[in-house]
């Protein structure tokens, strides 16, 4: 396979790193303050912080924007899967990054789905304005009372009554709910519990400001709040919207479900990889700084090992994303399942143990918020259970693999 990137995914890489440079490293520290500050002086920490929207229109500027969704006439500067790749490999350093390039998750996962499965009248009122950055979404499937890690379990209720579906249920997990930018939920649910198993659910567009809807708390990560983007518990209690606001139509939920989670998922490696090479950078600085025993730390044997097994491991997983990515351009999103599923355990299980090892490189500084590693290693560790836990993907990958044989 030829992964090399066109000559427009190199320029926008040089620009990208020279961005992050010059408006993003400097200001990781400012941004968490700005949070802390929302909430001491303010009384809130769910507030936008003014340096990442002051930082969107310099993105902008640069063709920085919009660069995940490919083959949209809305949004024509979007990528191929492949030269997406390193670009939001490079976002995912730091991680509010994304949101200065409108490449955050949930609304990249939100935007593709609208435009693939929405009605135009849907596009313009809500795909537009998120491809603007002017809004945030938010997408609700997962349920505390089911387990969620299989799609077909979703038991909140959309009903059909005359012109309107009316919602019932409750939701968890739901990140970006708490942001007041939010003002769309994608929300998965049954409309049919006597079809087939996968025809029971489905997909409806609803305003966040709709009545009936409480968010009941944000849920933090490891004592992470993750505000001003956070996830959030909810409660949908007779909840009206028009039926025009269904997606491509009952009992097709499972479907869009697959085909949202295939790029979601892949972007999620994408920036994994971000995260570990952040770290082994963090790590090999460290290292090389400090003396214990009478020389470098980097010198001894147990470190070298462990810097040694880092790259290797980065850069099979990297490799493996990349071979996903081509296949997603050039046969489609099933077609790459296994890959898809197979990145899915890869990524995030790397990134966890370079991230373990820096933290150890750090000694008791690296469990403490004066360094990236701990947030880092919060946020990383969900990955093995958002979008489907390890568990999932491997039966998936086995029963592929088992197939070959029968």
């Known amino acids: 396979m030829n992964f090399d990137y066109s000559d427009r995914c190199q320029q926008l890489q040089a620009r990208l790193l020279a961005f992050m440079d010059e408006h993003v490293y400097p200001n990781e520290k400012a941004f968490q303050e700005e949070v802390d500050r929302n909430g001491t002086e303010r009384g809130n920490r769910w507030i936008p912080t003014e340096l990442v929207e002051r930082l969107k229109p310099l993105a902008q500027a640069q063709g920085l924007w919009n660069l995940f969704l490919p083959q949209s006439t809305r949004a024509p500067e979007g990528l191929s899967n492949l030269d997406y790749a390193p670009l939001c490999e490079i976002m995912g350093k730091v991680w509010w990054a994304p949101e200065v390039f409108n490449c955050s998750a949930p609304d990249t996962g939100n935007m593709e789905t609208l435009e693939r499965y929405a009605s135009e009248d849907i596009k313009q009122a809500w795909l537009e304005p998120l491809l603007r950055g002017e809004i945030r979404s938010a997408f609700a499937m997962t349920e505390p009372d089911v387990a969620s890690s299989d799609a077909t379990n979703i038991a909140t209720r959309i009903e059909r009554q005359g012109d309107e579906y009316v919602i019932n249920g409750h939701k968890w997990w739901i990140s970006g709910a708490g942001d007041p930018r939010c003002k769309i939920f994608i929300v998965m649910g049954k409309t049919d519990p006597d079809a087939p198993r996968h025809a029971q659910q489905s997909m409806i567009v609803v305003p966040a400001d709709t009545p009936g809807i409480t968010i009941k708390r944000p849920l933090p990560v490891f004592g992470y709040d993750d505000a001003p983007h956070g996830h959030c518990e909810i409660l949908f209690e007779n909840v009206r919207v028009p039926a025009a606001n269904l997606l491509l139509g009952e009992g097709r939920g499972f479907e869009i479900a697959q085909g949202r989670l295939g790029p979601g998922r892949i972007h999620h490696c994408m920036r994994a990889i971000g995260v570990a090479e952040r770290a082994l950078e963090l790590m090999c600085r460290r290292l090389e700084s400090r003396v214990a025993f009478g020389r470098k730390i980097s010198e001894q044997g147990v470190w070298r090992e462990r810097i040694a097994e880092s790259r290797i491991r980065i850069d099979t997983a990297r490799l493996l994303t990349l071979k996903t990515a081509s296949l997603m351009d050039t046969v489609g999103n099933k077609h790459a399942k296994a890959e898809i599923a197979m ?64």
């Open 343 to 406: 990145i899915k355990v890869l990524a995030p299980n790397v990134t966890q143990q370079v991230l373990d090892w820096a933290i150890q490189a750090y000694g008791a500084a690296g469990v403490s918020n004066d360094f990236p590693l701990a947030n880092q290693w919060a946020g990383n560790r969900t990955l093995r259970l958002a979008d489907g836990p390890d568990e999932v993907h491997r039966n998936a990958i086995a029963k592929l693999e088992l197939a070959r044989y029968v």
